[in-house]
């Protein structure tokens, strides 16, 4: 087995074959995932970097790992002895990559990407940047980490599973129908999709190719008259056939080549997603294409939850929030005995969640992070990080799961002892950020760009913040991170649509003492109270369903109006959660949803 330096000079030695100076290796697909099957592991091979998010650059002599800020402890963790540098992206002083790429390489010299790697839209701003410079991007068809990864896993071929519309609320005729509806407003006679999540909704089908999100490895491509999929034909049952009948017609993953080769020669004109379809679609199609870029339909419907959905993540999170009630009940028992560790106490919570009705796995690794490691934003305790959580400091445990109605994603902060006075107060000015944003009421158009304030603000009254988003979109029985909207500072600016569930996360962290997070989903929707003939609002409704540690509250930091949501949430706890617990765990509930 290679080290990391071993399979960096490994590398660069394949990068003077091809004569780049440079080589990319981004964390994502040929299907721009966020979380990927091993077997597209490239980037955490090439550096040790174990997180689900980012870019590695290889020069001749050295290199580069970008990353956002909840990895910035654990990738300098893991990237120690590799030769590999940090960049913080968003910190001040801190170049981008295309920058920093620019800046090492000379004029006349290259940079190399597998296309499949990057899409269309990164495409075009990198070659830009690079142009600038007189630096050239260079599409390098044979991947190099797949030349020396020789132990390299074989994709998935574990069947695909169909969802009914007992559970999706639409059939695949009706999502076809309106996507093909969208093609003719833009004079559109194709569309071609990369993204798993999208053929997944789109077709009703799920699957396990990757762990935590129930995808299946395939590209799509409608007409105004047929529907294809191109999938490994082993992946497809007789029942799958049956589900798709004539609506949709099958076909090997390798065919899509020389579809998409058939396609660029046939005139039509194209619907192209410019961020989720990669940029070898676009080669593979030729330079004469007609393409009309912009984000697919199927992206925007599958944000919006149809009633059907709604009512499986309300039932969903009933079930999600009596597996959390358990467990809380359990960690608070067996702390004091002593022997519980981060990684068992998450292996409890996972055997809870499993006795729920409807649970197919776990949504995303679970974060159990105690004291230190809490301030970790996305710590995933290993058996040499794993430590023994102890009747005192700050527990916080970010965790969900995947039913097939729905998908949830929760945080609790738990005091396993005494808190201070400081930690009590930091955790309120989360919550208060918590229940400001749970509380809102905006006009219709308004972007999470335009509202995420609103959660930090008791943080900023202290000179405090926390160096992620407040809340990301999710996915129904799908991806956990689900787009296109979000609330986050960062540039979205896409407008919230009623029938969007977001998670509502703010935090806060004190490096190698403690993290603290509140993290519940909550549903926009059309606010009858406020919305006129001229101007439409929308609100919040919260969906998740689980005690908020009362230990931790200052109450006298709470306005009047805080503590009535606060009181009303933990009123709608236990009145929902109750009818499905023993009596002892009743009371208990009860106690920790005591007003204030």
Same mark, same amino acid.
């Given at each position: 087995m290679m080290d990391v330096s071993e399979r960096v000079a490994a590398l660069r030695e394949l990068m003077?074959?091809?004569?780049?100076?440079?080589?990319?290796?981004?964390?994502?697909?040929?299907?721009?995932?966020?979380?990927?099957?091993?077997?597209?592991?490239?980037?955490?091979?090439i550096s040790g970097f174990t997180g689900s998010a980012g870019d590695v650059v290889i020069t001749t002599d050295k290199g580069g790992l970008w990353t956002d800020g909840r990895y910035f402890l654990?990738?300098?963790?893991?990237?120690?002895?590799s030769g590999i540098?940090?960049?913080?992206?968003?910190?001040?002083?801190?170049?981008?990559?295309?920058?920093?790429?620019?800046?090492?390489?000379?004029?006349?010299q290259k940079l190399g990407i597998d296309p499949k790697l990057i899409s269309n839209d990164s495409a075009g701003r990198l070659s830009k940047t690079l142009k600038e410079r007189g630096v050239k991007l260079e599409y390098i068809s044979q991947n190099l980490i797949d030349e020396l990864w020789e132990d390299q896993p074989s994709p998935s071929k574990a069947p695909i599973k169909v969802?009914?519309?007992?559970?999706?609320?639409?059939?695949?005729?009706?999502?076809?129908?309106r996507v093909r509806e969208n093609m003719k407003e833009h004079l559109c006679s194709a569309h071609v999709l990369a993204s798993l999540d999208t053929i997944a909704w789109l077709f009703n089908i799920r699957g396990t190719d990757i762990d935590f999100n129930p995808l299946v490895i395939s590209y799509a491509a409608l007409t105004l008259e047929e529907a294809y999929l191109f999938v490994d034909q082993d992946k497809v049952t007789g029942e799958v056939k049956e589900h798709f009948g004539n609506s949709v017609k099958l076909h090997p993953y390798g065919d899509i080549e020389g579809y998409l080769k058939e396609l660029g020669a046939s005139?039509?004109?194209?619907?192209?997603?410019? #961020?989720?379809?990669?940029?070898?679609?676009? !080669?593979?199609?030729?330079? %004469?294409?007609? *393409?009309?870029?912009?984000?697919?339909? =199927?992206?925007?419907? #599958?944000?919006?939850?149809?009633?059907?959905? !709604?009512?499986?993540?309300? %039932?969903?999170? *009933?079930?999600?929030?009596?597996?959390? =009630?358990?467990?809380i009940k359990w960690l608070e028992e067996n702390v004091p005995k002593g022997g519980v560790t981060e990684i068992s106490a998450a292996d409890i919570l996972e055997e809870y969640r499993k006795q729920g009705q409807k649970f197919v796995g776990l949504s995303f690794p679970t974060i159990s992070g105690y004291a230190g490691h809490g301030a970790i934003i996305h710590y995933d305790p290993t058996p040499e990080t794993d430590v023994e959580i102890r009747p005192e400091g700050i527990l916080l445990v970010d965790s969900g799961a995947q039913y097939l109605n729905g998908t949830t994603d929760i945080t609790r902060t738990f005091a396993?002892?005494?808190?201070?006075?400081?930690?009590?107060?930091?955790?309120?000015?989360?919550?208060?950020?918590h229940i400001d944003l749970a509380?809102?009421?905006f006009p219709k158009?308004?972007?999470?760009?335009?509202?995420?304030?609103?959660?930090?603000?008791?943080?900023?009254?202290?000179?405090?913040?926390?160096?992620?988003?407040?809340?990301?979109?999710?996915?129904?029985?799908?991806?956990?991170?689900?787009?296109?909207?979000?609330?986050?500072?960062?540039?979205?600016?896409?407008?919230?649509?009623?029938?969007?569930?977001?998670?509502n996360e703010p935090g806060y962290y004190k490096p190698g003492e403690y993290g603290i997070r509140i993290e519940n989903l909550m549903v926009a929707r059309r606010d009858p109270g406020f919305s006129t003939e001229e101007q439409e609002f929308l609100r919040f409704e919260t969906l998740t369903l689980c005690p908020i540690d009362l230990n931790l509250v200052e109450p006298s930091l709470l306005t009047s109006d805080e503590r009535k949501w606060l009181n009303d949430y933990h009123g709608t706890v236990y009145e929902r959660l109750s009818p499905y617990l023993s009596n002892e765990e009743k009371e208990w509930v009860r106690e920790r949803t005591t007003p204030i």
């Open positions: 003077e074959r091809e004569g780049i100076q440079a080589y990319l290796v981004p964390s994502t697909d040929a299907h721009s995932s966020e979380y990927l099957p091993e077997c597209f592991k490239r980037r955490q091979w654990q990738a300098g963790e893991q990237l120690k002895g540098d940090l960049f913080k992206m968003g910190m001040e002083d801190v170049p981008k990559l295309e920058e920093w790429v620019a800046k090492e390489l000379k004029e006349g969802l009914s519309t007992e559970y999706t609320g639409e059939s695949i005729e009706e999502k076809l129908g005139g039509k004109k194209v619907w192209i997603s410019p #961020k989720t379809t990669n940029k070898w679609i676009m !080669l593979s199609m030729g330079k %004469d294409i007609d *393409v009309h870029f912009e984000r697919s339909p =199927v992206t925007e419907m #599958k944000s919006v939850k149809n009633e059907t959905e !709604l009512q499986g993540f309300r %039932d969903c999170l *009933v079930v999600d929030g009596v597996a959390m =009630v358990k467990f396993m002892g005494e808190p201070t006075a400081e930690q009590k107060e930091m955790f309120t000015r989360v919550l208060k950020g509380r809102l009421r158009g308004f972007s999470g760009k335009q509202i995420d304030a609103f959660a930090r603000r008791a943080l900023w009254d202290t000179g405090k913040n926390y160096n992620h988003g407040t809340g990301h979109g999710i996915g129904h029985y799908l991806n956990v991170h689900e787009g296109p909207m979000g609330i986050t500072p960062r540039d979205v600016g896409v407008p919230l649509k009623a029938g969007n569930v977001l998670s």
